[in-house]
């Protein structure tokens, strides 16, 4: 999958993506903005064609590809002509220090799956060192609930700035202003 994740790249198609997940596969839209030997980076587009954050993602995890389709024709009509990335990565630096620097450096929120657990570590950032990340985590209701630390090579997924992430943010953020 690599060589043809590197083709989107570099031509910057929107395409539809299928990961294995246990007994339903996922699928997500959107276009590959960084890559490395074993994570990439896509921009997502929810079914109504707006923006829903950036992902990074494991190659192997990817099942299935599609291009062209009807379906990705629909998502280019509806993506609003203003949408503009607001984020440039480079394409070829290791995919998920670039997006936890992000969350450090804008004190954003990400979601972090990470091996053998069933639930997502969600917070901010607060350092990458040692090949290990401490995130300030934040329950569903954007109230502080504690540290973790992380081993990058644990790391499966990470999603920032998605509608999750940013509804989390927005509560965070009211009760910091109270």
Wanted: glycine share 4%; with cysteine.
């Amino acid at each position: 999958m690599f060589g043809i994740l590197k083709k989107y790249l570099q031509d910057s198609s929107l395409i539809e993506m299928y990961f294995y997940s246990g007994e339903n596969d996922k699928f997500c839209c959107g276009k590959v903005v960084s890559l490395d030997d074993y994570y990439f980076t896509f921009v997502s587009f929810d079914p109504y064609g707006r923006y829903d954050g950036y992902f990074v993602r494991r190659i192997n995890d990817l099942c299935r590809i599609n291009a062209n389709s009807k379906y990705i024709n629909s998502i280019i009509a509806l993506i609003d002509n203003e949408f503009v990335e607001h984020i440039k990565f480079d394409v070829y630096e290791a995919t998920i220090p670039q997006v936890l620097r992000l969350s450090i450096d804008n004190k954003k929120a990400v979601s972090i799956e990470i091996t053998d657990s069933d639930s997502l570590i969600i917070g901010i950032v607060s350092s990458v060192e040692d090949n290990k990340i401490c995130i300030n985590t934040l329950n569903e209701y954007g109230e502080p609930d504690g540290v973790s630390t992380v081993y990058l090579e644990d790391i499966i997924s990470v999603s920032y700035d998605s509608l999750d992430e940013r509804k989390i943010e927005r509560l965070y953020n009211l009760f910091q202003n109270k």
